[in-house]
């Protein structure tokens, strides 16, 4: 089976829109929002892969001059300003054009937000920008109404979560869209690159002790700890493979497995977020869940995203390609745990 390194899977609508953008064009997204209308959840994901693969994001302030009044328009748009804004701070560009990034993309969010005030992705861009070096709370329209210290959770550090964040932003989501992945990822990222990779890893398993409200969630946790390995190994220059033999990775990969996995219908495998199922994947194989990491990886058919695979190879020193490593893998998991050959009938 040939090998397709690509975050958009087999969602094959999405991938000609990519196409489109790529070359210039930006109807086949315009046509593909439309269609995907007020599944926020798929919103969510696909405008995030459209502006992380667009050619020339410019092309989306196109859309929104021909536009003005289009929702899908001025929330491209403002995704892809975010994603400017986080790339300007990171890149360690000048206090004064992260700034400059930063107000562009709030105020671009804003307009998004006007024109389809029940659409939760304006809110999980504003859970992004919150990464930056300014008060979270100027991102917030309502920070002065608000009853609760802005910062903390409904109820305060009772709650059982004790890192103070931008927990008002992900109500906003929550309101739109409750467990929207994007901006409970969004959250992740904030307290693993803002706080620390323990606060990530706090924030996911405290959100994993009651039932969260979309499975996908499930998921949370086992992103974490590839952070965590990360931070933890990075500089060990060939790093144990027991990380991922510790139970605390088979507990949170085989509880992704039951209650994400395995209750998703065969037919929605292709709307499913790949890096989800390549995390899962590479969890529960490097866990010695072989039988289960097989379903995932025959749902993921040709596809799979580089990461964690990609960096995982590196630090465990394994200087071969890690698609040479994950073909590997994948092929002496689906020979060890074949399908079943279906019984003839009479």
Known sequence: M???VSPVGADTALR???QDLRLGRY???RDLLEMTGREWG?????SNLLAAGAGEPGIFKLWLDEEPNSPDAAMMWARVLTRAALKAYRSGMSEDVVG???????KAGWRASELLPECPVPWVDKILLAQLPYPAHMLDPYARRRQMPWDELPGGRDQGMPHLGPWPLLGEVDARHPGNRGGYHAMRQYFQRVRSTGAAMDFSCWMLLSEPPNPELWL???YALVDKFRTEHEDDGGATSRFWQTGAVGHYAVQAYTKWFAQLPPAEYPWASMADLSHLAHALVANGETQMAADVLRAMGPYVTAQP???VNKILGRFTDWMDWFLTLRASTLRRWPLPTPTPTA
């Open 2 to 4: 040939s090998l397709v």
């Open 100 to 106: 400059s990034a930063a107000r562009l993309a709030a």
């Open 16 to 18: 000609t829109a990519l």
């Open 309 to 311: 695979w990609k960096d």
């Open 27 to 29: 109807h086949a997204a």
């Open 220 to 222: 949370l946790a086992v």
């Open 42 to 46: 798929l919103r969510t994901s696909r």
